[in-house]
């Protein structure tokens, strides 16, 4: 069979931070996502022919886009001999704290690594991918990335040589996720935040990401409700999120496990039991609706494969 001339992947949307794991923990969105194509071209290098879809204003120049600078890095790494043209279209919309970026940029490797035959395994995938999400938000985070790349809920330690670690999710377990259609830069929502965090703060959220983590490894419901609270970014946040206080409130009135902004904002994410998951998105949604913002509304499993290649040709 002759090599591929063009291979087009799927990535999916994310929510990061899953309120406890500020950079570390996020899970992936199957219902929407970015899908790249990347093709092999004479020329060498890498450009970017197109972006389409709910791109908004996406900049072509690859090294100011978040999946070139991520198929840069991959090009560089591995040298194929070819250049990468690569077209874009977004599923994701910019700013809504669904993680747009990081998946363009997990669309993009994943695309060129099947264009070359798979030589890079999901880990080397992620180190590239990252490289991308620096461009949207000014620094290199993970918690987009590695559930858009790998699926479900996953933890991510470390940066340099970052270790990912799937955590399961407990059996009937939903998340509702609403997104109010405003626009909220990322790199504000970081810039914004404190460099500092008391030592009260510290053990309550340490406390809390360890309490969640092993309430998820042992189907603990109770755990994962008393240690779903972000006590340091989201109080910061909150205020780029009108009604952001009263939703969470009718969420948990509705019998949501937890509730927070997904990633930086304005989307807002809560657990719950399927049985209380209809109730939790109508409970989120009518104070956001109140003022006639549009919506866009999802319940999901988490039970997600990740990004994959969805056409080759
Ligand atoms: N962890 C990042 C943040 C996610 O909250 O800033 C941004 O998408």
Partial sequence: MSAPRWVSAFAPASVGNVAIGFDILG?????????????????PGVSISAVSGI???LPTNPTENTAGRALLALYEAL??????????????PLGSGLGGSAASAVGAVV?????????CDRHQLLTFAMQGEAVASGSLHVD?????????????????QPRVKRIPVPEGVRAVVV????????????????????????????ANLAGFISGCFTNDLDMIRASFQDVVIEPQRQALIPGFATVRA???AAGALGCSISGAGPALFAWALE?????VLAAMRSPLCADGTALDEWVEDMRSQGARVVASG
């Fill in 275 to 279: 049985a209380q998951a209809a109730a």
């Fill in 27 to 43: 899970f992936a969105i199957e219902s929407l996502g970015d899908t790249v194509t990347v093709s092999r071209v004479e020329r």
């Fill in 144 to 160: 987009n990335i590695s559930p858009s790349l790998f699926g479900g809920l996953v933890l991510t330690v470390g940066i340099d």
């Fill in 250 to 252: 009718a969420a948990m």
């Fill in 79 to 92: 040298r194929p001999g070819f250049g990468f043209d690569m077209r874009i279209e977004k599923g994701i």
């Fill in 179 to 206: 997104h109010p259609h405003r626009f909220l830069a990322t790199r504000e929502a970081r810039a914004m935040l404190r460099r500092e965090v008391t030592l009260s703060d510290f053990v309550w959220q340490t």
């Fill in 111 to 119: 695309a060129a690594n099947a264009l070359l035959g798979e030589p």
């Fill in 55 to 57: 791109a908004g204003e």
